[in-house]
C-alpha cells in the first residue's frame, strides 16, 4: 500500500501528462520586449507543465491573443475549449478572436454557443444583438438587447436599453422608443445619442415643444457617442498586452469616451512597449493638453512628450502645429509659452510656421513680431479666414478698431460660417460705437450657433448699456442656460433686474456672482446698494 501511494504521488512528475499534438510552437522571441517574452516563455511553460488543464492553455491562449499572435491564441482556446467543453469562457475568447480576424459567421457560431453555456453572458448578448441590427435583423436583435437589459446587476444596462430604442426607432415605434430612452437621458444626461433619438421620435408624433428640448439638450451633452459596454475579457487582454498597436487603440477610447486619465495610463504603457512610435507620443502630448489645459505640470508633460514625438519624426511638424492651435484654447503661463516657442523655432524658416510662430508672439504680446508672422502667413495662405481674424485680434488690442474690422470683415468675407471671426467683427463694431451692425454681426453668430453662451453674454452688456433692459435680461438668462457658472453674466442679469426694479431677482443674481468669484467689488457694491 505504501509504495502504490509513492507511485501514485510521483507518478505526474516521472510520467507528466502528454502535450497534445495541436499545442501551439513557442514563436521566436529573440527580438521582442523582454517583459513580453517573460510572459510567454511563463505561460507557455505553466501550460506545458499541465496540457490537461483547460485554464492553463486558456490563459497561455490569453497571452498570445493580447499580443496579436493570433494563430497561436486560436490553437491554445481550440484545447482549452475541448478540455473543458462546458466552460463557456473560452469560446467566448475564440468568439472574440474571430471579431477580431473578421470572421463574422465564426463569431456568430461562438457568441451563440457562449450565450447557451452561460445565459446571463451580457457582453456576448449585445455582440449578438449589435451583429443582428446591423444585419437589420430587428426581431433577432430586440430578443438580445431584452435579455440584456434583463440580467440583473449589469453595469451594460445602458446599452442594451439604447439598443432597444434604436430598433424602435427602425420600427417607426415611438412610443416605444421614448419609453426606452427617455430614462436615459435622466441617468446619463450626458450623452447625445439618446437625446438625438428622442428628437426623432417627439417629431414623429408632433410634440415639437419636446422635440426642441431634446434639440437644445443635444447641443449642451458633451459625449457624442453611447460608449461601448464593459468587457471582462477585453479588459484581461490589455493587463496582459505589450502590444503598442492594441494599447494605442484601447487608450484612443478611454479619451474618447471620457476617461483620460486611463487613457494617458494605458498609452504610457503602450510608448515602454514600442519607444520608437511618435504617434504614441502625439495621443499622450494632446490627451494632455485637451483634458488639463489649465494644469501647468499636465502642459509641462505635454511639451515634452510633444518633443519626443518630434525628436522621432523631425521631419513632420503637422502634430506641433495642430498642437500650437489647440494650446492657446486657454491661457498658459509664460514659461510654458517660452518652452513651446522653443520646441517651434526650429522649424522657423518653414513657410507653414508663420501662423504658429504668430500665435506665439501674440501670446507674449510681442504685437510687432505677431503682426509680421501673420503677414508672412498671409503671403503662403492669402486665402486663409484665420489668418485675416488673428490680425483683426493683433490690431484689436493696440486699439486700432478701424483695422481690425477690416480684418475682421475680409476674414467673414472669404469664411461666412467663422462665427470667431464674425463675433469678433461684432464686438469690434460695438466698441467703436456701431451698435446696430455689432448687434447683427452677433445675431448672425447665434443664427449658426443659438447655444454660444459668450455670444448671449455681449448682446446682454451691448442692450444693458444702450438701456434695452427686457432684451438684456433675455439675452443674460439664455446664456446661462448654457453657461451657468459665469459670475460676469450674472452680475450683468443683477445690474438689468435692478434697473427693472426687480430687487429680489437682483440680489439673488449679484449674490450667485460673488459666490462665483468672491473678490468681486462691482458686484459687491450694487448688493449693499440694493440691500440698503
Same mark, same amino acid.
Given at each position: 500500500?505504501?509504495?502504490?501511494?509513492?507511485?501514485?504521488?510521483?507518478?505526474?512528475?516521472?510520467?507528466?501528462?502528454?502535450?497534445?499534438?495541436?499545442?501551439?510552437?513557442? *514563436?521566436?522571441?529573440?527580438?521582442?520586449?523582454?517583459?513580453?517574452?517573460?510572459?510567454?516563455?511563463?505561460?507557455?511553460?505553466?501550460?506545458?507543465?499541465?496540457?490537461?488543464?483547460?485554464?492553463?492553455?486558456?490563459?497561455?491562449?490569453?497571452?498570445?491573443?493580447?499580443?496579436?499572435?493570433?494563430?497561436?491564441?486560436?490553437?491554445?482556446?481550440?484545447?482549452?475549449?475541448?478540455?473543458?467543453?462546458?466552460?463557456?469562457?473560452?469560446? +467566448?475568447?475564440?468568439?472574440?478572436?474571430?471579431?477580431?480576424?473578421?470572421?463574422?459567421?465564426?463569431?456568430?457560431?461562438?457568441?451563440?454557443?457562449?450565450?447557451?453555456?452561460? *445565459?446571463?453572458?451580457?457582453?456576448?448578448?449585445?455582440?449578438?444583438?449589435?451583429?443582428?441590427?446591423?444585419?437589420?435583423?430587428?426581431?433577432?436583435?430586440?430578443?438580445? @438587447?431584452?435579455?440584456?437589459?434583463?440580467?440583473?446587476?449589469?453595469?451594460?444596462?445602458?446599452?442594451?436599453?439604447?439598443?432597444?430604442? =434604436?430598433?424602435?426607432?427602425?420600427?417607426?415605434?415611438? #412610443?416605444?422608443?421614448?419609453?426606452?430612452?427617455?430614462?436615459?437621458?435622466?441617468? @446619463?444626461? +450626458?450623452?447625445?445619442?439618446? @437625446?438625438?433619438?428622442?428628437?426623432?421620435?417627439?417629431?414623429?408624433?408632433?410634440?415639437?415643444?419636446?422635440?426642441?428640448?431634446? =434639440?437644445?439638450?443635444?447641443?449642451?451633452?458633451?459625449?457624442?457617442?453611447?460608449?461601448?459596454?464593459?468587457?471582462?475579457?477585453?479588459?484581461?487582454?490589455?493587463?496582459?498586452?505589450?502590444?503598442?498597436?492594441?494599447?494605442?487603440?484601447?487608450?484612443?477610447?478611454?479619451?474618447?469616451?471620457?476617461? *483620460?486619465?486611463?487613457?494617458?495610463?494605458?498609452?504610457?504603457?503602450?510608448?515602454?512597449?514600442?519607444?520608437?512610435? *511618435?504617434?504614441?507620443?502625439?495621443?499622450?502630448?494632446?490627451?494632455?493638453?485637451?483634458? @488639463?489645459?489649465?494644469?501647468?505640470?499636465?502642459?509641462?508633460?505635454?511639451?515634452?512628450?510633444?518633443?519626443?514625438?518630434?525628436?522621432?519624426?523631425? #521631419?513632420?511638424?503637422?502634430?506641433?502645429?495642430?498642437?500650437?492651435?489647440?494650446?492657446?484654447?486657454?491661457?498658459?503661463?509664460?514659461?510654458?509659452?517660452?518652452?513651446?516657442?522653443?520646441?517651434?523655432?526650429? +522649424?522657423?524658416?518653414?513657410?507653414?510656421?508663420?501662423?504658429?510662430?504668430?500665435?506665439?508672439?501674440?501670446?507674449?504680446?510681442?504685437?510687432?513680431?505677431?503682426?509680421?508672422?501673420?503677414?508672412?502667413?498671409?503671403? !503662403?495662405?492669402?486665402?486663409?479666414?484665420?489668418?485675416?481674424?488673428?490680425?483683426?485680434?493683433?490690431?484689436?488690442?493696440?486699439?486700432?478698431?478701424?483695422?481690425?474690422?477690416?480684418?475682421?470683415?475680409?476674414?467673414?468675407?472669404?469664411?461666412?460660417?467663422?462665427?470667431?471671426?464674425?463675433?469678433?467683427?461684432?464686438?469690434?463694431?460695438?466698441?467703436?460705437?456701431?451698435?446696430?451692425?455689432?448687434?447683427?454681426?452677433?445675431?448672425?453668430?447665434?443664427?449658426?450657433?443659438?447655444?454660444?453662451?459668450?455670444?448671449?453674454?455681449?448682446?446682454?452688456?451691448?442692450?444693458?448699456?444702450?438701456?434695452?433692459?427686457?432684451?438684456?435680461?433675455? !439675452?443674460?438668462?439664455?446664456?446661462?442656460?448654457?453657461?451657468?457658472?459665469?459670475?460676469?453674466?450674472?452680475?450683468?442679469?443683477?445690474?438689468?433686474?435692478?434697473?427693472?426694479?426687480?430687487?429680489?431677482?437682483?440680489?439673488?443674481?449679484?449674490?450667485?456672482?460673488?459666490?462665483?468669484?468672491?473678490?468681486?467689488?462691482?458686484?459687491?457694491?450694487?448688493?449693499?446698494?440694493?440691500?440698503?
Amino acid at each position: 500500500m505504501a509504495l502504490a501511494t509513492i507511485t501514485w504521488l510521483l507518478a505526474p512528475i516521472l510520467l507528466p501528462e502528454r502535450v497534445p499534438d495541436d499545442f501551439p510552437k513557442l *514563436p521566436d522571441l529573440r527580438t521582442v520586449n523582454p517583459g513580453l517574452r517573460a510572459l510567454l516563455q511563463g505561460a507557455d511553460q505553466e501550460a506545458r507543465r499541465r496540457p490537461g488543464s483547460a485554464e492553463a492553455v486558456g490563459k497561455l491562449g490569453m497571452a498570445y491573443h493580447a499580443n496579436v499572435f493570433l494563430e497561436q491564441a486560436a490553437g491554445a482556446y481550440g484545447i482549452a475549449a475541448r478540455l473543458a467543453p462546458n466552460d463557456y469562457q473560452w469560446v +467566448y475568447c475564440q468568439a472574440f478572436l474571430q471579431e477580431e480576424n473578421g470572421n463574422e459567421p465564426e463569431q456568430v457560431k461562438l457568441l451563440q454557443q457562449t450565450v447557451r453555456l452561460k *445565459p446571463d453572458h451580457v457582453p456576448a448578448l449585445l455582440k449578438l444583438a449589435d451583429g443582428a441590427f446591423k444585419r437589420d435583423r430587428l426581431d433577432e436583435a430586440a430578443h438580445y @438587447y431584452e435579455l440584456a437589459s434583463k440580467v440583473p446587476d449589469s453595469r451594460s444596462f445602458l446599452q442594451a436599453a439604447f439598443g432597444l430604442g =434604436r430598433v424602435a426607432a427602425r420600427r417607426r415605434e415611438w #412610443n416605444q422608443v421614448i419609453e426606452h430612452v427617455a430614462p436615459l437621458t435622466r441617468t @446619463y444626461p +450626458y450623452l447625445q445619442p439618446p @437625446y438625438e433619438l428622442l428628437q426623432e421620435a417627439y417629431e414623429a408624433l408632433g410634440q415639437a415643444d419636446k422635440a426642441a428640448e431634446a =434639440r437644445q439638450n443635444i447641443t449642451l451633452s458633451r459625449s457624442k457617442v453611447v460608449p461601448p459596454p464593459q468587457d471582462p475579457l477585453n479588459d484581461q487582454l490589455i493587463s496582459l498586452s505589450y502590444n503598442s498597436t492594441r494599447l494605442l487603440k484601447q487608450a484612443g477610447l478611454l479619451s474618447r469616451f471620457g476617461y *483620460p486619465d486611463q487613457a494617458i495610463q494605458v498609452a504610457h504603457r503602450a510608448a515602454e512597449a514600442n519607444p520608437k512610435d *511618435p504617434d504614441i507620443r502625439d495621443f499622450i502630448a494632446h490627451t494632455l493638453l485637451a483634458s @488639463y489645459p489649465n494644469k501647468p505640470e499636465a502642459v509641462d508633460e505635454a511639451l515634452t512628450q510633444m518633443s519626443e514625438c518630434l525628436w522621432l519624426r523631425p #521631419n513632420d511638424p503637422v502634430p506641433l502645429w495642430r498642437f500650437t492651435n489647440d494650446f492657446f484654447d486657454t491661457p498658459k503661463t509664460a514659461a510654458a509659452v517660452d518652452r513651446l516657442r522653443a520646441v517651434v523655432r526650429p +522649424y522657423a524658416d518653414r513657410p507653414d510656421a508663420h501662423f504658429y510662430l504668430g500665435l506665439i508672439a501674440n501670446a507674449q504680446g510681442d504685437t510687432a513680431e505677431a503682426l509680421s508672422q501673420f503677414q508672412a502667413a498671409l503671403k !503662403n495662405d492669402p486665402t486663409n479666414s484665420g489668418i485675416y481674424d488673428k490680425l483683426g485680434v493683433v490690431l484689436d488690442r493696440t486699439s486700432n478698431l478701424d483695422g481690425a474690422i477690416a480684418y475682421f470683415q475680409k476674414a467673414v468675407q472669404l469664411a461666412p460660417t467663422n462665427t470667431v471671426a464674425r463675433f469678433n467683427l461684432g464686438v469690434a463694431l460695438l466698441q467703436r460705437g456701431k451698435d446696430s451692425q455689432g448687434l447683427t454681426e452677433l445675431g448672425e453668430v447665434l443664427r449658426l450657433k443659438p447655444h454660444d453662451a459668450a455670444t448671449h453674454f455681449c448682446m446682454g452688456f451691448a442692450f444693458l448699456y444702450s438701456k434695452r433692459i427686457e432684451e438684456a435680461v433675455s !439675452n443674460f438668462n439664455e446664456g446661462l442656460r448654457y453657461k451657468p457658472d459665469d459670475a460676469e453674466a450674472h452680475f450683468g442679469l443683477g445690474s438689468a433686474l435692478s434697473i427693472e426694479r426687480n430687487r429680489e431677482g437682483a440680489v439673488a443674481a449679484l449674490r450667485e456672482a460673488i459666490r462665483l468669484r468672491p473678490n468681486y467689488p462691482e458686484a459687491q457694491a450694487l448688493l449693499q446698494q440694493l440691500e440698503r
